[in-house]
Antibody, heavy 122, light 107 residues
Framework: EVQLVQSGAEVKKPGESLKISCKGS????????IGWVRQMPGKGLEWMGI????????RYSPSFQGQVTISADKSTSIAYLQWSSLKASDTAMYYC???????????????WGQGTVVTVSS | DIQMTQSPSSLSASVGDRVTITCRAS??????LNWYQQKPGKAPKLLIY???TLQSGVPSRFSGSGSGTDFTLTISSLQPEDFATYYC?????????FGQGTRLEIK
């Protein structure tokens, strides 16, 4: 079964760092891009950026450039999303998702992780 | 960036109704338009890609149409499990963007 499994919920304080993960299985992890999508409480979906695990080519939305770092470890089939200094406004659900076309960074997302809730509060 | 505008933002309908949701792109995106369904507390689910192609396993009561800047998602006969929020998504060019969502509620 093709799936993306994300790490568990996190509760952090402002200024702390965080790295959440997304493990792919059931497919060739290095052949598909993996993207990250934010959903703030009660709001819509926002594309943050995307990485190609095959060569770590990474693209960011201008809205998130410099705010987060996306990485991937092809040896473990895990993609990561990290923050160096969290803000309260980073409180959200974060999804990883796979565009369903080999090598395509902008295809429809056919596989989604279950989401990771990040809560940032003092 | 390509802006995606959905209408309506919310919609009340009854089981058995035919429902149409529209999505407009701020510039032509050919047929690089996808539709997702999201239920509370769950990840989005791909329903339709390339404007009109039904994702495997999705019931045939869902259909999509359009090209260029104007697109529609139609549910031919609403079922109880269809009450959810629907998002359009353009995959024409980065940064990819989503519509703001249409919340479909039970009347």
């Amino acid at each position: 079964e093709v799936q993306l499994v994300q790490s568990g919920a996190e509760v952090k304080k402002p200024g702390e760092s965080l790295k959440i993960s997304c493990k792919g299985s059931g497919y060739s992890f290095t052949s598909y891009w993996i993207g990250w999508v934010r959903q703030m409480p009660g709001k819509g979906l926002e594309w943050m950026g995307i990485i190609y695990p095959g060569d770590s080519d990474t693209r960011y939305s201008p809205s998130f450039q410099g705010q987060v770092t996306i990485s991937a470890d092809k040896s473990t089939s895990i993609a990561y999303l990290q923050w160096s200094s969290l803000k309260a406004s980073d409180t959200a659900m974060y999804y990883c998702a796979r565009p369903g076309v080999v090598g395509a960074s902008t295809a429809a997302f056919d596989i989604w992780g279950q989401g990771t809730v990040v809560t940032v509060s003092s | 960036d390509i802006q995606m505008t959905q209408s309506p933002s919310s919609l009340s309908a009854s089981v058995g109704d035919r429902v149409t949701i529209t999505c407009r792109a701020s510039q032509s995106i050919s047929t690089y338009l996808n539709w997702y369904q999201q239920k509370p507390g769950k990840a989005p689910k791909l329903l339709i890609y390339a404007a009109s192609t039904l994702q495997s396993g999705v019931p045939s009561r869902f259909s999509g149409s359009g090209s260029g800047t104007d697109f529609t998602l139609t549910i031919s006969s609403l079922q109880p499990e269809d009450f959810a929020t629907y998002y359009c998504h353009q995959s024409h060019s980065a940064p990819i963007t989503f519509g703001q969502g249409t919340r479909l509620e039970i009347k």
